[in-house]
DNA sequence: TGTACATCAGTGAACGCGCGTTCACTGATGTAC
DNA sequence: TGTACATCAGTGAACGCGCGTTCACTGATGTAC
């Protein structure tokens, strides 16, 4: 274990690097997409695509897991700073749902490669992959509860486990984002609709069921 | 392109095979589990692991892709048998939705090889391989949605939108279980409880959508 | 400023390994007569 | 029933390949004086 876990050097003597772990993670982005996963690239292969040695990648990263760890958290960093941004548009009412969701397959439709790893490596790959997958979705299912419990406030009405439907959310659009990635870009639209639909029905239902009790914890 | 498809063969003359698919897609699942997933597999360990040489996989298989059809396929028969006979146990009311979860959790718990596959696979993988999965997912889809139109006459409540319903059910029941995969057994109740709550959030919310329309279509 | 030295980022060559796939084969089983 | 033959399921050996990892190295950069 080295003590320095900074991307920054140190630098306190000897020659600065002239490959950055950013080149090494650009490489790796170059090569994955709707058709390849992470777990799928060798070493080498990444090596190739950034134009070093092979084993120059371990002057930056211990082996493959830790740059799909690295590629996972800034994947899970850039969707959330995307959806923080839809949200800020429209805070009080329904249509964050709708805005949310339209900016999430909008970016999915761009082909943002960080953004198909994070909705695919869940389920495959080492424990290190998967903890670092679950942990950006336990983020985004924090974000979105705390939003649900604002909404309910705002407009009265009761809120039935926002922890559980948050959660019920963010699996779903995540899983549904997966499937919509293989499409073809004219069912985009169609497939939007299907989930800002699908997350109405968890919406209202929770809301109703919270009727009953009007408590927002 | 073989003109027979059938796993029976025609045997017009000639030696009975020794090997069967059977045993090669049992070797496999020998090999699977819960930190082991079927796209990682190469054929020399199924080979291996089924007692036979190499190349006498290609008797049965053209490739390791068209096993992990042939086992997506099974595991999807499988798990529908076994919801078929949970729905059977409760079929007018809410309870289906419990018994239905219940069944799928315990049969998850008691590490059946064949579910992890269904529930892990089908992001990663070949075209192929995706489909199969795909395939699975529609028709639990369908099954369910025609189950929501049966308990929405019953229970004399409308019902917004079935396939979609469905489909948001079926989608979220199976990400919620590859989550579920990894956990220790003494979390699975407590897991069942949330898939449950989520799912009546789904059914309650679909029943209020649908409330002002009372069409079943 | 100039010189001697230390550091260490990046490399080229090599390793052993497991892989998918091929080939020519062997010998048990089934068929024809 | 017995014999000659055809079929083809399964095999052992070999192939070339890309892999992750190691080693000893080189030479540009930074530091000390």
Redesign the pocket.
Known sequence: MSTNLSPV?V?????????SREDIIAAALKLVGPHRSVSSL????VA?EAG?????????FR??DELAVALIDLAGQSLRQIIGEARQRSRTDLSVVRGSIEAFMAQLRADDRLLHILLREGTVGSDAFKQAVDRQLVYFEDELRLDLIRLAEANHTGLFEPALTSKAITRLVFTMGATAMDLPDDKYAEMTEQVVTMVRMIVTGTQVLGESTKSVR
């Open positions: 050097q630098a306190t003597a000897g020659r600065k690097p002239m490959i060798s070493l080498r292969e190739r070093i040695a092979p084993n120059s990648f371990y002057r930056q082996d493959m």
